[in-house]
C-alpha cells in the first residue's frame, strides 16, 4: 500500500480522514455563521430601539428648522405629525416591528418640487442630528442606505 493509501488507528484511508475532519471545520463554521445570524440585532436595536430613534428624530427635527436651506420648507409642518410618521417608517425600514400609516413617498411630497439639492442638504442635516444623537456612523450609513431608494420619489414631485 502507498503511504497516501495507507489505513489509520481509526480504519479510514488518510484521504477521507482529511475529508471527514474538512466536514466538520465546514459544519462548525456553518453552525457558527447561523448562530451568529440569529443573534444579530437589527438595524432598529441598533439606533436605540424606540428610545434611540425618538431622540435621533427629535434631532432632526430640530435641525431642519435651525438650517437656512431646509427650515422654509418646514414652517408649516406638523412637527408632532411628522416626528410620529417618522417613527413609523424608521422603525418599520429597520426591524422595529412598526407598521407606517403615512402616506407614500410621492404623495406626501406632491406639489413640493424638491430639488436634488434640497434632497442633499436634507440627507447632510440628518446625518448632522444623528451625530448629535450619538449614533454611529456605521449605523447612519445603514439607515441611509435604506432611505436612499426614496430619492426618486420625493424630488420634483
Given at each position: 500500500?502507498?503511504?497516501?493509501?495507507?489505513?489509520?488507528?481509526?480504519?479510514?484511508?488518510?484521504?477521507?480522514?482529511?475529508?471527514?475532519?474538512?466536514?466538520?471545520?465546514?459544519?462548525?463554521?456553518?453552525?457558527?455563521?447561523?448562530?451568529?445570524?440569529?443573534?444579530?440585532?437589527?438595524?432598529?436595536?441598533?439606533?436605540?430601539?424606540?428610545?434611540?430613534?425618538?431622540?435621533?428624530?427629535?434631532?432632526?427635527?430640530?435641525?431642519?428648522?435651525?438650517d437656512p436651506k431646509l427650515a422654509d420648507l418646514f414652517t408649516e409642518t406638523d412637527d408632532d405629525y411628522f416626528k410620529e410618521r417618522l417613527n413609523e417608517q424608521i422603525c418599520m425600514l429597520t426591524g422595529g416591528g412598526c407598521e407606517y400609516t403615512g402616506l407614500d413617498m410621492p404623495e406626501a411630497h406632491s406639489g413640493m418640487d424638491l430639488s436634488a439639492a434640497q434632497f442633499n442638504d436634507f440627507v447632510e442635516a440628518c446625518r448632522r442630528a444623528m451625530t448629535r444623537a450619538g449614533v454611529q456612523v456605521g449605523n447612519q450609513n445603514r439607515l441611509l442606505a435604506i432611505l436612499a431608494p426614496m430619492r426618486a420619489d420625493v424630488i420634483h414631485q
Open positions: 500500500m502507498s503511504r497516501s493509501m495507507s489505513i489509520s488507528e481509526y480504519g479510514l484511508p488518510r484521504w477521507a480522514r482529511w475529508t471527514s475532519a474538512g466536514m466538520l471545520v465546514c459544519l462548525a463554521m456553518l453552525l457558527n455563521a447561523c448562530a451568529h445570524t440569529a443573534s444579530r440585532s437589527t438595524l432598529y436595536q441598533d439606533l436605540g430601539g424606540e428610545r434611540g430613534v425618538a431622540l435621533m428624530i427629535d434631532e432632526i427635527v430640530v435641525e431642519l428648522h435651525a
